[in-house]
């Protein structure tokens, strides 16, 4: 039997919609800018460009319907997203075969402290301090894809309060799910439990304590995050 020095850490698991089961987490990897209008409104050319990739840590997924406010930041704000939950992997994963890889999809919020991030961008340094904070991703369960079949169209909408923030669809994302998917898998290699947030459509904007996010995608029905 193993013999750890310290106490292993607990295993990062999201609920499966409809089921017993728990779907392991290993990687987060998140796309930038993967909407137009998005590109557009952080200051960006939205041409189709390389996608590019930052990392949240497994941990900072949270299916508890709470957000903590977090510290050191006046200026956080939330980014509605679609989950996606590979069951395989590998390298060089072909488009025409990716999909192969997919266990199911979710909802989520790319929580982001905007002005950390800010700050990060102008000096050349990553993002993580912006980004992979403690609960800075909520989300909901992972529903199979056999329940739920691929999703490559479908409303994305954010409600802050009853107010719609931001809306979309899957359809408009410059890079689609396959694609990702391919990409990645030539910088990394892929693995069961490996998790992509696909990006998030315009109107981002800040949260503050007290407000309730309803986020809402056509086929994975809806998520409800209170910020504490």
């Not at 990553?126 to 403690?134: L, M, Q, R, V």
């Not at 799910?177 to 998790?195: K, Q, R, T």
Request: aromatic share 8%.
């Amino acid at each position: 039997m193993t013999q750890y020095a310290i106490e292993t850490p607990p295993v990062v698991a999201l609920p499966v919609a409809g089921q017993e089961t728990l779907f392991p987490v290993r990687r987060i990897y998140c796309i930038g800018r993967n909407y137009a209008a998005h590109a557009i409104e952080m200051g960006h050319d939205p041409d189709r460009e390389d996608p590019f990739f930052f990392q949240k840590n497994p941990d900072n997924l949270d299916p508890s319907g709470r957000f903590p406010y977090p510290p050191k930041t006046s200026d956080v704000h939330h980014e509605a997203e679609m989950l996606v939950a590979l069951k395989s992997g590998g390298r060089n994963i072909s488009v025409s075969s990716a999909l192969d890889h997919v266990f199911g999809y979710g909802l989520a919020l790319d929580m982001t402290r905007r002005d950390l991030q800010g700050i990060a961008k102008k000096a050349g340094r990553p993002w993580e301090i912006g980004k992979a904070f403690e609960h800075s991703a909520p989300c909901g369960p992972v529903h199979p894809v056999s329940d739920v079949g691929h999703l490559d169209a479908g409303r994305v909408e954010l409600k802050v309060n009853g107010e719609v923030r931001q809306e979309g669809d899957l359809n408009q994302m410059i890079w689609k799910v396959p694609e990702m998917i391919s990409y990645l898998s030539e910088y990394f290699e892929l693995a069961p439990g490996d998790v992509i947030l696909s990006g998030t459509p315009s109107g981002v904007g800040p949260v503050e304590k007290g407000d309730t996010l309803d986020l809402s995608i056509e086929g994975l029905g809806s998520l409800t995050v209170s910020v504490v």
